[in-house]
């Protein structure tokens, strides 16, 4: 039986970043939101589904230290040999839904862009935001980018749970405080629009 693993190593095995349905050259959407946040360059920043994304070299531009997780081997490897190895990342092959390490890092900003709205089983979601909830400081941040209800209801052959801000909010809880929202419609690489719910937490 072909595993979500299997899935997206499949699509990382046999398309290009240019071939890939989410690709984004500008990604000065996220960047907006992120300079929203006052914190120095020392930052650790938590990236659920690093995929291929030239979010990565952005980021070690500032000056961040990342963590890289993906449920794809082949996409890592792919951003490994493409940005190297460096004191300032660590990896994780990992299902984001299924728990972390117990020792595992901290970040003070975790950024997740369209990892989420692929999980579906209830028990996955809750596993995520516990994932998150332990992951990030007290102090710390959380910018969720995620198909909006109005959006296509599949990607990548998957199907999505697509979200709210409302739901977003209710989820991460009381101790998480929305700072921005925005609707943001992203275009495909073939032209197609998506649109997606920007929404940026500061957690207590």
Not at 111 to 129: K, P, T
Request: net charge negative.
């Amino acid at each position: 039986m072909k595993t979500l693993k299997d899935h997206w190593n499949n699509i990382f095995s046999n398309k290009s970043d240019t071939e890939l349905g989410w690709y984004e050259k500008d990604i000065s959407q996220t960047l907006r939101f992120l300079n929203e946040i006052p914190l120095p360059e020392s930052v650790v920043v938590f990236l659920p589904g690093a995929g291929t994304s030239v979010l990565v070299d952005a980021l070690l531009d500032k000056g961040h230290s990342l963590i890289l997780n993906d449920i794809s081997d082949e996409a890592l490897n792919r951003l490994r040999a493409r940005i190297g190895e460096s004191q300032r990342l660590t990896w994780l092959y990992h299902d984001i839904s299924k728990p972390l390490p117990a020792d595992g890092p901290q970040a003070d900003i975790w950024i997740d862009r369209a990892v989420l709205h692929f999980l579906l089983d209830e028990a996955d979601i809750q596993g995520y935001f516990v994932n998150l909830r332990t992951t990030v400081k007290p102090g710390g941040w959380v910018l969720l980018a995620e198909f909006s209800p109005i959006s296509a209801p599949k990607c990548a052959g998957l199907p999505l749970h697509r979200y709210s801000v409302d739901e977003m909010t209710l989820r991460l809880g009381p101790e998480f405080v929305l700072v921005k929202n925005e609707d943001y419609t992203y275009i495909t690489p073939f032209g197609e629009p998506r649109p997606y719910i920007y929404a940026l937490y500061k957690r207590r």
